[in-house]
């Protein structure tokens, strides 16, 4: 069964550097057959599709957040992970990672519990 | 961007009831339209994709329709199980973006 899960600081600085890192298990991030998709969702608001990466490491992102994310995949092949630049209290959200299968269509099917990143001083 | 425009945005309804959702596209996105169910504190789960497709393991009860500009979600049979948050999400172009949800809530 593929799980999904994210890890990372609960707390960043304004200005600084959000980074996650999901790790994916039981299941490989190398199939050429999916992307790996980062999501968030500010407190008591609806959901906001961040990027997504495909197993070679091409990624695409939100445009209305471009300037300040990568996605990128580990080494390992079981992680990939989001960075995000230069937070504002705004970025303060539950960020999810997820699975995309890639056909025809995009949809996420599987997404982990969710990471809650709060940006304060 | 397409902006997704769900209505209602909140629903009460009693168990054994059918339910319709629906959700808007600001411009046509074909059948690139995802269904996902949301229950507080977790993750959102995929109920229904390409409109109309139902992912594995999720009840019949659950159905999807619609093309271009309009989506409805419609839920036959309420169980107690499926009061929650629902959300709409074109992925017709990047960026995927979703509607802003539809809570439904016991009567």
């Known amino acids: 069964q593929l799980q999904l899960q994210e890890s990372g600081p609960g707390l960043v600085r304004p200005s600084e550097t959000l980074s996650l890192t999901c790790t994916v298990s039981g299941g490989s991030i190398s199939s050429n057959t999916y992307y790996w998709g980062w999501l968030r969702q500010p407190p008591g608001k609806g959901l906001e599709w961040i990027g997504s990466?495909?197993?070679?490491?091409?990624?695409y992102y939100n445009p209305s957040l471009q300037s300040r994310v990568t996605i990128s995949i580990a080494t390992s092949r079981t992680q990939f992970s989001l960075n995000l630049t230069s937070v504002t209290a705004a970025d303060t959200a539950v960020y999810y990672c997820a699975r995309d299968p890639a056909r025809w269509t995009h949809y996420f099917d599987y997404w982990g519990q969710g990471a809650l990143v709060t940006v304060s001083s | 961007d397409t902006q997704m425009t769900q209505s209602p945005s909140s629903l009460s309804a009693s168990v054994g009831e059918r339910v319709t959702i629906t959700c808007r596209a600001s411009?046509?996105?074909?059948?690139?339209l995802n269904w996902y169910q949301q229950k507080p504190g977790k993750a959102p789960k995929l109920l229904i994709y390409a409109a109309s497709t139902l992912q594995s393991g999720v009840p019949s009860r659950f159905s999807g329709s619609g093309s271009g500009t309009d989506f409805t979600l419609t839920i036959s049979g309420l169980q107690l199980e499926d009061f929650a948050t629902y959300s709409c999400?074109?992925?017709?172009?990047?960026?995927?973006?979703f509607g802003q949800g539809t809570k439904l809530e016991i009567k």
């Open positions: 999400q074109q992925t017709y172009s990047p960026p995927y973006t």
């Open positions: 411009q046509s996105i074909s059948r690139y």
């Open positions: 990466i495909f197993y070679s490491g091409s990624a």
